[in-house]
Nanobody, 115 residues
Framework: QVQLVESGGGLVQPGGSLRLSCAASGIIFRVYDMGWYRQAPGNERELVATITRRGYITYADSVKGRFTISRDNAENTVYLQMNSLKPEAAAVYHC?????????WGQGTQVTVSS
């Protein structure tokens, strides 16, 4: 059974930081491309950042320079370090794993940015 379990969300003030984690099980993690997506109420799910199995990284323009995605293949975990958070970053953040036609989503972790 494949599981992607996100953690690390919460309430943070504008300008603050959070580190999200996604622990994967039931897949051969090292061969999967991993990503973080977010969905705010009333909006479509959007890409935040991805990291391929070879370590190639992409970011949405809105987070470049402030967010950092990384992975630890030994721990089957992908991370998203989020700095200088803005109110518009508030959303449910979902972890995504993809290998060819196989793709999985986590349930998400809520991030709230408010003073």
């Amino acid at each position: 059974q494949v599981q992607l379990v996100e953690s690390g969300g919460g309430l943070v003030q504008p300008g603050g930081s959070l580190r999200l984690s996604c622990a994967a099980s039931g897949i051969i993690f090292r061969v999967y491309d991993m990503g973080w997506y977010r969905q705010a109420p009333g909006n479509e799910r959007e890409l935040v950042a991805t990291i391929t199995r070879r370590g190639y990284i992409t970011y949405a323009d809105s987070v470049k320079g402030r967010f950092t995605i990384s992975r630890d293949n030994a721990e089957n975990t992908v991370y998203l370090q989020m700095n200088s958070l803005k109110p518009e970053a508030a959303a449910v953040y979902h972890c995504h794993a993809k290998n060819g036609f196989l793709a999985y989503w986590g349930q998400g972790t809520q991030v709230t940015v408010s003073s």
